[in-house]
Each structure stands twice: as C-alpha cells, then as structure tokens.
C-alpha cells in the first residue's frame, strides 16, 4: 500500500452523544469547497488524525463531500484507529450518510465540476483521552462516482491536535498476464 501526507482535511466535527445535547468534541474547520478534495472511493483510503482532551463517546462525525454536478453521496465505510489506516482499530463500520448541500457547481464552490456536501453519520464510540485516526474509504454516490474528501489545511481547527495530520493510501493489485 503506497501513502502520503498531504495538508489537513475538513473533519467537520465529532459530537458528543448526549440525550438532548450535542458538543463538538473537535473540528479541523470549516468547510473549505474550494480549494481541493482527496478522493476516498475506489482503491484510496484517506487517514486523518484527532484528539481527544478528555474521555468521551463520538455520537455523530460530519466532514465536506465532494461529487460530481448533480450526485449525492450515499454511503461510507469509516474506522477510527492508533494509526493511519491501521494500528489497533478501536470502532470501523460501513454507514448511510445524511447530506446537506454546501454548495453548487460553479466558481467558488467544487473547482467548477463539483457540488459539496456538509455529509455525517451517526457513531457510538468511547474513547479515552488521547490521538486517534479518522480513515475513510470506499465512499459510493447515488450515481456510482467518485467522492472526494474536502481539504481545507486546518484553518479554524479547535481542539487537542490541530492542525491534523492527514495520509492518502492507494491500494494496489497485482495480477498476473499469463
């Protein structure tokens, strides 16, 4: 498996599940849908890193989506782990997104070909203090396109950690010709 650093991802949030109350455990950013996505469907994974400044249960984790004009994303399989893309893996899963659109296709959102979405899914997962990895991969859409990972160098990041580190891991398969 090949993989590079590159600058930190829109992790929207990760919220603290509480009955009736929701706080942000940490965020890297805003939204950023205009500057560049990383792909997290087909053969690429992208690992990107957060910490958490006490105990705490992640309840919801919410990040910028990137697809084609017209598309919307659907799904995502997602871990969160000691290591990008591996180490001890403490909670992984395959979770139905809810979307709300960001922006439209057009000069200042999506580099003219893309809408963006504010995409979450709901988690249950205790943690105790400490830095962790967020993976996300084989995303699908509505359409069966590719899905970018927004990127938005962590300006705004608040929370243990930032700005966060983030990897790109292409798998690759071998096959025989004979």
């Known amino acids: 498996m090949n993989?590079?650093?590159?600058a930190s991802l829109s992790l929207v949030c990760l919220l603290l599940s509480v009955p009736g109350m929701a706080d942000t455990l940490y965020s890297n950013g805003p939204i950023n849908g205009n500057d560049n996505a990383v792909g997290i469907?087909?053969?690429q994974e992208v690992s990107d890193s957060f910490g958490l400044g006490s105990a705490s249960t992640i309840g919801s984790i919410s990040f910028g989506a990137w697809v084609l004009e017209g598309d919307a994303p659907l799904n995502v399989s997602w871990s969160i782990s000691s290591a990008p893309a591996g180490g001890t893996i403490y909670a992984s899963g395959t979770s139905s997104l809810t979307n709300s659109l960001f922006c439209t296709k057009g000069p200042?959102?999506?580099l003219n070909q893309y809408d963006v979405y504010n995409s979450a899914f709901s988690t249950n997962v205790s943690l105790?203090?400490?830095s962790y990895y967020l993976t996300l991969s084989n995303a699908?859409?509505?359409k069966n396109n590719g899905f970018d990972w927004d990127e938005n160098d962590g300006i705004g990041c608040s929370?243990?950690?930032c700005p966060s580190s983030a990897y790109v891991f292409i798998s690759a398969t071998v096959r025989s010709d004979g």
């Open 3 to 6: 993989f590079k650093p590159l």
């Open 128 to 130: 105790d203090q400490g």
């Open 140 to 142: 699908t859409t509505v």
């Open 41 to 43: 469907s087909y053969i």
């Open 108 to 110: 200042s959102c999506g």
């Open 159 to 161: 929370g243990v950690g």
